[in-house]
């Protein structure tokens, strides 16, 4: 029996060396180790066996199936290392693997338009410091656009918003109805629709009747803000106004307020940022002033906030409102405003 | 508003240079827009006199002159044809900067022999030192000009662009504008005094004045002076009216223009000889009344605009313009000088309906002091009497039937920081209202002032006005920054605006380029979206006053910008394109705004990948852009059938349309082929279209189902159908049965294999329960429950 088990372990010794595949390494196992190999089967006979027998033969069985096992595992470990290896290294033989500069597969790449980012960005800023995103007709009332906003008929400031209006007269003969010259129309309605505390902003499109050239289309984009509360201050509209900037063009651009005039606002303001390609020394960019006008604001009219139904002896309220088109045009360095609402993808497909 | 810095200078005391001057009025809301500086590169260029001119020796046109220049004597070539002993002229030395008489650039002037003659510096004309275009000779000073007196000293100014604020008509005048530098730099002011000589009988004696319409027209001021001579303005009256950018006429006009310039009150200068029935009556134009115009147009007037009247018939239509009729011409030798005031909303409505905004109208629309009527008129009177009439009668006419009180407003320390948000001292506040001259009353102690605006600031009104008075005085720099301390309001927000952003996502996701077109468009781009180029049946939203005929209407559909784009784009074809708008179209409904719900709008052709170095891939067609519609749809939670679908626009076979709440709320189709042929499309064209406001009602929330525990079985079905029936009918055969958890169609087949007129539909059905796994016996009773409801509702049989 011990010089059959040495015999045993001989053969798979021997056999084993000469092993160079997972496949033959695995018959080799079912040979040797597997349920009905023969060393199984004298492991399984051994109580047969007389003790002294049993004994001796046990000891050297389960040793020589120890030793085996340890063999096997370290052979399946070299053989599967030396099997990456080839794959590798076949792998590697194919040409046109070999030039990894090669181009993907390409996908078809998407993208939003400049002026549609550029609102995102600016409305989740405001959105996230509490201002709600509204958004109205761009068809409008005449009372919305001007009469509510403190821009009556013969209002010079009417002159400078020269307006389209739709087709449509009433019975006293008078035209209604116009396309919106400024976001600040959503303004009043919410002014006329909600109550107090508001805080809202009101990004889209406005139409101006313009000769078109490079900056000035019939077409633009605008952004208005309102902020109705007790308590509300100029310091406050500087402070948000100084956040907004912050964020949007960082932390190193100066802000500027100054007096300025819409009908709608009392105290007025004029906002700029620092002319971000001289950095205030003044270029053709910024036409030597240092400062680029980036909108208006103000302190909400009180005949304003009374048309809409809101006591200006109770609340105070800030408005802004900015343009859209021309934060990408000056960010990108965009010199004809035309670009945007062409088709051209040479244009759209840099952003 | 064109000002020149010398002119303010008269009226303020300046010590700081323009350039701060600008600064300190943008700052306080006065924008001086730019700064155009006269004379920046005249160092050395000083005054000559002519002593000699010598003939060129070796050139007839050009002559040696030679000028005293008080420290030293220089001799140039000069070509000008007005050089003559005795002149003061412009000496500029080598190293000026000068402009290049003929090619108009800028160079610095070299020492040159001109033919063979060295020339020390030049005698420059107009064109040469930048101040005009002139350069026919050189510029002749006066001869009481010191010789040796420096150019910039002469010539030099800067000219500011201001632009002033419709609230500050007080500003659109010289003396409004040195008011506020006056005010911001605590300078002395100098207004002019009008001083002049009376003689004679009374105006009262020679003109009659009669308001018929107050409203309109608030007062009434005038003068007479007589023994006119009308000539040439002095040079320094055109100088002024030059630097604003006006053309001087002659004196009466010039003065007239001049004072306008200074106090910002028009003035209109009547040929009183031509005044008929000596008498001015202010009233409405009479129906169907016409007036020549100064500039020799007939005008019709009508009932709501304000006429100046003689006797007979209008003479100037009040506030715009004067009449042909009543013109100041070489023979006037009496005038009567107007300065009234109007209602600023009758003559902006007169002036637009007239189409003549002019320097006057701007003015009197902004609504300048009633005040104003008086000093103005005497300044120009004065101006007359001195430089173009002999008599002046006694007094003046004033009818002033709107006589307001200009009122006290109150104000404590408490409403500025209210506004402002900065806690102003009583002193700060009285003091800058004071400076800008409001009359300020506080008691000792108190914490309130009562502040009454000067008569120049019209737009003073309300308690606000004042405060902002303080801030811009102050300065906008002192407001501190503060971030809103109030909790934010309750938000409801827009759930369009949430899915616009989530719909623009995914398409960026899909692979789509954005595309943002006008709003406004065309009916022929309209047109060409029928195949049989019929109009639309209704049409579009129609703009009274477009300013192109390309822009006559708002657009009903986002279908033909981006259909206009792919057709533009052609070169991508081969690539394959996909481009989406998302934005609103506008409906008409008659009589009210219309509706403008955000549509999507996306469209694809060409290969679906790009051509790659392992080969290219084939081209997209209907099932790409129906797999994009059903995909963003499940993305964002709804569940939609598609029926068959009648568009124009699409090709009649390839068209497929979710109808909701009796509303096409999804298209998808192929472009019909004439279509693509009026776009000048040579490629298929796949286009969807998606209502998004509509779609929110449908979306469903998401919810959780426990992933299953028990193995789902799975079984293959073919089934043979009439042509007729469609994937639809029968899935929704199959959704009736619970057990069935997921349905996958795998094949389509007509052909040989299957009868005519029938087809063969490929289901791979799932059977699954969440509590138990489900035996081969239970799914087979289920299975034939479904062949037999497809065969009864469908005539469904199984492919043998
Ligand atoms: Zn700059």
């Known amino acids: 029996m011990l010089q059959r088990l040495d015999e045993l372990k001989q053969n798979a010794f021997r056999e084993l060396e000469v092993i160079n595949d997972l496949s033959n390494l695995e018959s080799w196992r079912v040979r040797y180790l597997g349920r009905k190999s023969e060393l199984t089967n004298i492991l399984r006979g051994l109580a047969e066996l007389s003790l002294e027998e049993r004994k001796s033969a046990g000891a050297l069985a389960n040793h020589i199936k120890n030793e085996l096992d340890s063999l096997l595992n370290q052979k399946t470990e070299s053989l599967k290392a030396e099997f990456q290896k080839q794959v590798l290294r076949s792998d590697e033989s194919l040409a046109a693997r070999g030039d990894i500069t090669l181009p993907g597969r390409p996908i078809p790449m998407g993208r939003l338009h400049p002026i549609t980012e550029t609102l995102h960005e600016i409305c989740d800023i405001f959105v996230s410091l509490g201002f709600q995103i509204m958004e109205s007709n761009d068809a409008e009332l005449d009372y919305y656009n001007f009469e509510a906003l403190n821009i009556p008929e013969e209002h010079p400031a009417r002159d400078d918003m020269s307006t389209f209006w739709l087709d449509y007269e009433d019975e006293r003969g008078k035209r209604p109805m116009l396309l919106r010259t400024h976001t600040t129309s959503v303004s009043a309605r919410c002014v006329a629709t909600m109550k107090p505390p508001i805080r809202v902003i009101e990004p889209g499109r406005v139409y101006r009747y313009e000769a078109t050239d490079a900056t000035h289309l019939t077409m633009f984009h605008q952004l208005d803000g309102l902020a109705v509360d007790k308590g509300i201050t100029m310091a406050d509209l500087k402070g948000t106004f100084y956040e907004f900037a912050r964020r949007f063009y960082g932390d190193g651009r100066r802000v500027r307020f100054r007096p300025d005039y819409f009908p709608f606002v009392e105290p007025g303001v004029e906002v700029a940022v620092e002319c971000a390609l001289c950095k205030g020394s003044g270029c053709r960019l910024c036409g030597n002033s240092g400062w680029i006008e980036i909108g208006g604001a103000g302190m909400t009219h009180p005949k304003v906030l009374e048309r809409g139904g809101i006591d200006p002896n109770e609340y105070t309220s800030f408005a802004f409102g900015f343009g859209i088109d021309r934060i990408p045009m000056l960010r990108y360095g965009i010199n004809d405003m035309r670009l945007f609402f062409g088709s051209d993808l040479r244009f759209l497909r840099q952003f | ?800």
């Open chain 2, 1 to 800: 508003m064109k000002v020149s810095f010398n002119w303010l200078k008269q009226y303020v005391d300046v010590k700081l240079s323009a350039a701060e001057i600008a600064g300190r009025l943008t700052m306080a809301g006065i924008e001086v827009k730019s700064s155009q500086v006269i004379g920046a590169d005249w160092a050395g260029i000083i005054v000559g006199q002519i002593t000699a001119v010598n003939p060129h020796p070796n050139a007839d046109r050009l002559t040696l002159v030679t000028l005293e220049l008080g420290d030293r004597q220089e001799t140039v070539v000069c070509g000008a044809p007005n050089v003559a002993v005795g002149a003061k002229v412009v000496y500029a030395p080598v190293g000026s900067k000068l402009i290049d008489g003929h090619t108009g650039e800028s160079a610095i002037l070299k020492p040159a022999k001109i033919r063979g003659v060295a020339s020390n510096g030049m005698a420059c004309s107009e064109k040469e030192l930048g101040i005009s275009e002139s350069h026919e000779g050189i510029l002749l000073l006066p001869s009481d000009i010191a010789i040796g007196t420096s150019l910039t000293e002469l010539l030099g100014d800067v000219i500011f662009s201001i632009e002033v604020t419709p609230n500050r008509p007080d500003c659109l005048s010289m003396i409004g504008l040195a008011r506020e530098i006056a005010a911001l730099t605590g300078e002395s002011l100098y207004l002019p005094e009008a001083k002049y000589a009376e003689s004679g009988t009374s105006i009262k004696d020679h003109v009659t004045v009669e308001i018929d319409d107050p409203d309109l027209c608030p007062r009434y001021c005038a003068s007479l002076i007589t023994g006119i001579k009308i000539a040439e303005s002095p040079e320094w009256l055109k100088e002024r009216l030059v630097s604003y950018g006006m053309r001087p006429i002659n004196n009466i006009v010039d003065i007239t223009n001049f004072v306008m310039l200074e106090y910002g009150q028009p003035l209109h200068s009547f040929d009183y000889e031509k005044i008929e029935g000596k008498g001015i009556i202010v009233r409405r134009a009479k129906s169907g009344e016409k007036i020549t115009s100064l500039d020799g147009i007939e005008r019709a007037l009508s009932r709501d605009m304000l006429v100046i009247a003689d006797k007979e018939r209008a003479v100037a239509v009040a506030g715009i313009m004067g009449g042909a009729n009543s013109e100041v011409s070489e023979n006037t030798s009496s005038i009567l000088l107007e300065s009234a005031s109007f209602k600023p909303a009758s003559i902006h409505h007169t002036g637009h309906a007239l189409g003549m905004p002019s320097e006057a109208c701007v003015r009197f629309e902004r609504g300048i002091s009633v005040e104003l009527t008086i000093p103005a008129l005497k300044r120009a009177t004065q101006l007359i009497a001195e430089l173009g009439g002999e008599h002046v009668a006694k007094g003046i006419i004033d009818v002033y039937p709107g006589k307001l009180e200009r009122k006290s407003i109150k104000l404590s320390t408490a409403d500025v920081k209210r506004v402002v948000g900065l806690e102003y001292s009583i002193e700060q506040i009285t003091s800058s209202l004071t400076a800008v001259g409001f009359e300020c009353q506080a008691d000792k102690g108190s914490s309130s002032v009562s502040a009454k605006a000067p008569y120049w600031r019209t737009d003073i009104n309300i308690p606000v006005d004042v405060i902002e008075e303080v801030a811009r005085i102050i300065g906008y720099e002192q407001i501190p920054t503060t971030l809103l301390a109030q909790p934010i309001p309750k938000q409801n927000p827009f759930l369009i605006t949430a899915l616009k952003r989530r719909v623009r996502n995914i398409m960026v996701g899909y692979g789509f380029q954005e595309l943002v077109s006008f709003s406004l468009t065309n009916l022929e781009i309209l047109t060409k979206l029928s195949p049989g180029s019929r109009k639309p049946e209704s049409l579009p939203v129609h703009i009274a006053n477009p300013a192109s005929s390309e822009q006559e209407y708002l657009r009903p559909t986002l279908r033909a910008d981006l259909l206009s784009a792919l057709s533009s784009n052609k070169a991508y074809i081969e690539e394959g394109l996909r481009l989406f708008e998302l934005g609103k179209v506008y409906l008409a409904k008659e009589g009210n705004l219309p509706d403008e719900p955000e549509m999507l709008c996306g469209v694809l052709y060409g290969r679906r990948l790009e051509g790659w170095w392992q080969g290219g891939s084939e081209s997209m067609d209907f099932f790409d852009a129906k797999g994009m519609v059903e995909g963003l749809l499940e993305q964002i939670g709804i569940t939609a059938k598609f029926e068959k679908s009648d568009d124009e626009s699409l090709h009649p076979a390839n068209q497929s349309v979710v109808i909701a709440g009796g509303k096409r709320i999804v298209l998808v189709g192929e472009l019909h082929p004439s279509v693509s042929e009026h776009f000048e499309i040579p490629s298929r064209v796949y286009l969807f279209e998606i209502d998004l406001p509509s779609l929110l009602p449908l979306i469903k929330q998401k919810t959780y189902h426990t992933i299953p525990k028990f193995p789902a079985t799975i079984r293959d079905i073919a089934l043979v159908v009439d042509i007729g029936v469609n994937y639809q009918q029968v899935l929704d055969i199959i959704r009736t049965f619970s057990l069935v958890t997921d349905v996958a169609l795998f094949d389509v087949y007509a052909g040989e294999q299957v009868p005519a007129g029938k087809k063969s539909l490929a289901y791979r059905l799932i059977f699954q329960t969440p509590d138990r796994t489900l035996t081969d016996q239970q799914v087979n009773g289920v299975q034939q429950a479904i062949l037999k409801k497809l065969k009864s509702e469908l005539g469904a049989s199984l492919r043998g």
